[in-house]
């Protein structure tokens, strides 16, 4: 194993680079403070910054700690969608119609810092806009739940949990 994360380094330049937009597809949404930043920043620079989540849970403790960080993610300007006709397994990111990535490698501390991931750069390729025709049909098939997590500062007991959760996260 060596030290380069090159999974959350190609994210993260894709991020930098994004002028238009950049959208992502992950399964599971489990993110360093320094990823959460990057995708605010890009947000708030104007940036049309999307990521879609599944709607359907395959692992319900995952699914609560992806959902702890909505709020934080929608308060500065990232919409999140939901796929709702199943469980979304796909590993996309595609940046304004220049870029994309297709493989293993999610938006999680596993697939960063724990696992060997695989996946394909790709640029100024005609898969890029068959990747970005997919993203469309996705995000019709998904419900954008960003305005449910928009201003959410109450405490209850699930959103306790969630936290709690969240401790742990980069054990998930």
């Known amino acids: 194993m060596d030290s380069i994360l090159v999974g959350e380094n190609v994210y993260m330049n894709l991020i930098n680079a994004a002028q238009k937009y950049i959208w992502f597809t992950t399964p599971y949404l489990v993110i ?27 692992k319900k403790l995952i699914y609560n700690v992806t959902r702890s960080y909505y709020d934080e993610l929608v308060d500065g300007g990232v919409r999140i969608f939901e796929y709702t006709p199943g469980f979304l397994h796909t590993k996309d990111c595609l940046c304004d119609g220049r870029y994309a990535t297709c493989g293993t490698i999610n938006l999680d501390f596993r697939s960063f810092y724990h696992h060997f991931e695989d996946g394909v750069l790709m640029m100024d390729t005609p898969a890029v806009g068959q990747i970005k025709e997919d993203f469309e049909k996705t995000f019709a098939a998904s419900e954008e739940v960003t305005e449910a997590y928009r201003n959410i500062r109450k405490v209850s007991p699930h959103r306790l ?12």
């Open 32 to 58: 360093t403070e320094e990823m959460k930043r990057m995708l605010i920043l890009a947000a708030r620079r104007g940036v049309d910054v999307r990521i879609i989540t599944p709607g359907i849970p395959d």
């Open 161 to 172: 949990w969630q936290m709690i959760l969240r401790l742990f996260s980069p054990l998930m």
